[in-house]
């Protein structure tokens, strides 16, 4: 057996080995309980990508590749400082390894490509946004951030399912800027 078969299993459980007591839950907890849940999705994008290339399905790889690859850019953005915004920087993702598989089937509809994204990162985004929440109550600007880091990497399914339809070999996608103004008042 693989050993990358137990990595979902692996990011499952880190997001509940160091649990903060009850009513000791500060700031410092939730970023790093987001974080752990983007990693988990960055992995579990990882081996989807490895899978999907082994059965030879193009969207699958593509979406993985894509996902993983945000999923990591994002966290690395979430580390940074902020300024008056949080800035999600401009992605160029090369698909080199799935282009190969592209002349398979065609193109999938964004519900199938929406159901890969879920099946790579759904209980990871899922986490992250509740952590996000919770962490946007202590601390408005970094949870406000967070909450746009997962809104960015659900709404990568229309992009994605575009780059299946009409595949190059380089998904790319803008900067994104998370206004924070309402973080000014508080």
Known sequence: MSRFKFLPLVAALSLTACKPGKGTASPDDYTFLISTALQGAEIASMIGRNEA?????????????????????????????????????????????CMPLSKGPGPQSREEI???????????????QHYASKLKETDCRKG??????????????????????????????????????ECAEQ
């Open 144 to 181: 406000t951030a967070a909450l746009g880091a997962v809104a960015y990497l659900q709404g990568l399914v229309k992009p994605v399912a575009f780059e299946i339809a009409l595949p190059d070999g380089l998904f790319e996608a803008s900067e994104v800027k998370v206004s924070l103004s």
């Open 53 to 97: 290339i082994k059965s030879k399905n193009f969207a699958g790889c593509v979406t993985a590749e894509v996902f993983g690859e945000s999923a990591k850019s994002v966290n690395d953005a979430l580390a940074q400082r902020m300024g008056e915004d949080f800035v999600i920087p401009a992605v160029s993702i090369d698909l080199d390894d």
């Open 114 to 128: 929406a159901g890969y994204v879920e099946a790579f990162s759904g209980v990871a985004l899922t986490a992250a």
